[in-house]
């Protein structure tokens, strides 16, 4: 039996290192590398499906085209013909932007996305800006920090208080909540801070119940009372934050009263954080993308990275406020062949706005859609609006493992290959800091082109001479050039065992990425974009039923999702239950202003009251969540606030 190293390239913090098992050609076992530092053979559900996709009766092998409405196969060769024709004829008559590529993280290996580079050499195109996913947070860390770091996961076992902050690392992180229940063998406390009462916060010591969309009020309620009773380190403060005495006069205009009233969190356990983040440190949090998916996203990270500062947690062990981990990104050479210097046409849209955009925007207008590593009929917000736009579209392109609800509405259907078929390299930005190079395990079958050579082969059809026609092998060699400074090359990062994250603690100088060089509680940037220079609690006006959705355990998003039956369930508390007069598994109609599905609800006293809670990734067979959701951006970083939907409960009478 022939064993290969694989990292997993679902869209995910912990990355785990694979061991793959291949007997007569044949993949036979997925488990995982117990040599790996970081994912220490812990490998979730997922990883081990890529398996069942590898070898799924629904894959597809040859392209599809519509024609009448009906799909047929055709050969490779015809798929790139008619790309290559579509193509030139769009960018002579209307300019390459009238291209538009849609992509998300469909796949994390770095060859999977050689897409970009192809658009870049074609001249340039139009492409989403802002985030379904991390948008806000992201921005705000880059405001209040100049960059965005994290702790390494161990360093969680050096803090004394662990807290989890709108995170559900029991579906979302193995790694994380095997550390979790680590540290709290180790009578480290867990304090946990979320409306739904999950999984994780199973394991807290401290379940805290907040209201959504509340956290930034909570943040400010605790750091007003570190500032009211001095519980900070003065000397921290004057050294390196900027902006704390303005921020300490907009605290002073809140009323803690109001602050308790808002996030429904009574001021002795405000009280309580307070201490545990400055007299009983070092605290640790660990901030996850669920709270930030509101209109106020944004700032309630930053006034979460005040807290975090002003209670002196930031630089040292045991602490930190851990929101992704950025570490490749801006050093390897993931542009190699500089196609960006040709991209003279490129231009974005918002992805809020993907439907005006297409419907609206004529200079020039959209004539054809690329769809690469991405579900977007079922993953965007607002699906009614998303289906509406494609129908706009001249000629759309998905190239994908399966007919998704996506592909089925474009007009061309591109197969690629499992990852298992693919040699790449992968690293995340969410956490795992470690980089890996996949072999490939299996050949591709029934001749399936992988994407590499598919846009090399289109690149000779279109005659896009810079386009570099070189083999994998010597592509990812030259991604990865500036490690072989270090004298990192493929082969040492096959083991999957090399990371360049050499620091336990982030931002462990104190000499951070903003212009003051100091943290920024007031910055000068966020004023220039148009925004409050200091975190402010903006309140959301709500009286109607919440839609709150969120990452399922056994699926990313809608991948597998493919084979459940039934309908989407939604999950809601007795009372509102009993309010509706609605029993344990009936069907009803969820309404919001953008659209409706049937659900199945399911009486959960996880959730609070006026909640709605559905895991997101069900398809339109079953009735997806987002055909209800609003295409409403958060304050910063173009996120989309998911969870400011509000709908209506319609009994059905059969
Ligand atoms: N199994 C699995 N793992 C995944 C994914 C997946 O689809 N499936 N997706 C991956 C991706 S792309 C991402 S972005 C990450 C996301 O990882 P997480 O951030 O852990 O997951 P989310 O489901 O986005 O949200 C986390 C929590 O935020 C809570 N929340 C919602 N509103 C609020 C609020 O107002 N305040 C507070 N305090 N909490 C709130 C939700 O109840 C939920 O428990 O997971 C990754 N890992
Ligand atoms: N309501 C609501 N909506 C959400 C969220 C939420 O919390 N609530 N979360 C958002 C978040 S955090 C994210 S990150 C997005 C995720 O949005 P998407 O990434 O669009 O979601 P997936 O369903 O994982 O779709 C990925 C697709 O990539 C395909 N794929 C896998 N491997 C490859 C490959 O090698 N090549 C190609 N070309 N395709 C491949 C898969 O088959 C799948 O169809 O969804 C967002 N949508
Ligand atoms: S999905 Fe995440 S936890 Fe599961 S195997 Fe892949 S990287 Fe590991
Ligand atoms: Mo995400």
Not at 193 to 221: C, E, H, V
Not at 268 to 285: D, F, H, V
Not at 399 to 425: H, R
Not at 449 to 463: H, I, R
């Amino acid at each position: 039996m022939q064993v290969v190293n694989h990292g997993c390239t679902l869209d995910c913090w912990d990355l785990c290192k694979f061991k793959v098992y291949i007997d007569n050609g044949k993949v036979v076992k997925i488990e995982g590398d117990k040599g790996h530092p970081y994912t220490k053979g812990i490998i979730c559900v997922k990883g081990k499906k890529h398996l069942e996709r590898l070898y799924h009766k629904n894959r597809k092998y040859s392209p599809m085209f519509k024609k009448n409405g009906k799909w047929i196969e055709i050969t490779f060769n015809e798929a790139l013909e008619l790309i290559s024709k579509k193509l030139r004829n769009y960018k002579e008559k209307f300019g390459s932007s009238s291209i538009l590529h849609y992509f998300e993280s469909g796949s994390g290996g770095v060859l999977k996305s050689i897409e970009n580079i192809f658009f870049n050499f074609l001249g340039g195109i139009t492409l989403p800006k802002g985030s379904l996913c991390w948008g806000a947070g992201i921005q705000a860390q880059k405001y209040d920090f100049g960059d965005i770091k994290g702790h390494t996961l161990d360093d969680i076992l050096n803090s004394k208080n662990i807290i989890i902050w709108g995170r559900n690392p029991a579906n979302t992180s193995i790694h994380l909540m095997y550390m979790l229940k680590k540290a709290k063998k180790k009578g480290k406390r867990i304090i946990v801070i979320d409306p739904i009462y999950t999984d994780t916060a199973k394991i807290a010591d401290t379940y805290i119940r907040i209201n959504p969309s509340t956290d930034g009020a909570l943040a400010m309620a605790i750091t007003k009372i570190i500032i009211e009773e001095k519980l900070y380190n003065e000397s921290f403060v004057r050294n390196y934050i900027k902006g704390f005495k303005e921020y300490n006069n907009y605290l002073k205009t809140l009323d803690l009263d109001y602050l308790s009233d808002e996030t429904g969190v009574g001021i002795e356990i405000i009280r309580k954080l307070a201490y545990l983040y400055t007299q009983k440190g070092p605290s640790t949090t660990y901030i996850g993308y669920g709270l930030q998916r509101y209109k106020n996203g944004g700032n309630t990270v930053r006034a979460i990275d005040a807290l975090a500062s002003i209670s002196g947690n930031i630089g040292i062990e045991g602490g930190g406020v851990n929101y992704a981990n950025r570490v490749y990104p801006d050093i390897l050479n993931l542009d190699p062949y500089n196609s960006l210097k040709y991209a003279h046409n490129t231009r974005y849209f918002n992805v809020s706005n993907f439907y005006n955009f297409i419907i609206k925007e004529d200079n020039p207008p959209i004539k054809a859609m690329f769809i690469t590593k991405a579900n977007p009929l079922t993953q965007m917000p607002n699906l009614n609006k998303v289906k509406l736009a494609f129908e706009k579209i001249d000629f759309k392109v998905c190239i994908d493992l399966f007919m998704t609800d996506t592909a089925n509405e474009c007009d061309l259907f591109i197969p690629c290959t499992n990852t298992l078929e693919s040699e790449d390299i992968v690293f995340s930005s969410m956490n795992n800091p470690y980089i890996i190079y996949n072999e490939k395990a299996v050949e591709p079958k029934n001749k399936l082109m992988d994407e590499y050579y598919f846009f090399q082969e289109l690149s000779k059809k279109m005659d896009i001479k810079e386009y570099p026609l070189v083999s994998k092998k010597e592509y990812l060699n030259k991604v990865i050039e500036p490690l072989k400074e270090i004298n990192i090359d493929l082969e040492k990062i096959k083991e999957g065992k090399i990371t360049i994250q050499t620091e336990k603690v982030a931002w462990k100088n104190l000499e951070f990425k903003t212009p003051s060089k100091k943290i920024e509680i007031y910055s000068e940037k966020a004023k220039g974009d148009g925004l409050s220079p200091l975190p402010v609690y903006n309140k959301q006006t709500n009286n109607k039923i919440r839609l709150i959705t969120s990452h399922p355990r056994d699926s990313l998003f809608s991948q597998h999702f493919m084979d459940v039956k039934g309908i989407t369930k939604a999950y809601l508390n007795s009372n509102l239950a009993k309010s509706y007069d609605l029993k344990d598994n009936e069907k009803v109609t969820l309404k919001s202003k953008n659209g409706e599905i049937k659900v199945q609800v399911i009486i959960k006293d996880n959730i609070p009251d006026n909640i709605i809670h559905m895991y997101i990734g069900w398809w339109h067979k079953h009735g997806a969540p987002n055909f209800l959701t609003n295409n409403i951006s958060s304050d910063m970083g173009g996120q989309i606030a998911f969870n400011d939907t509000f709908v209506e409960i319609i009994k059905n009478n059969n």
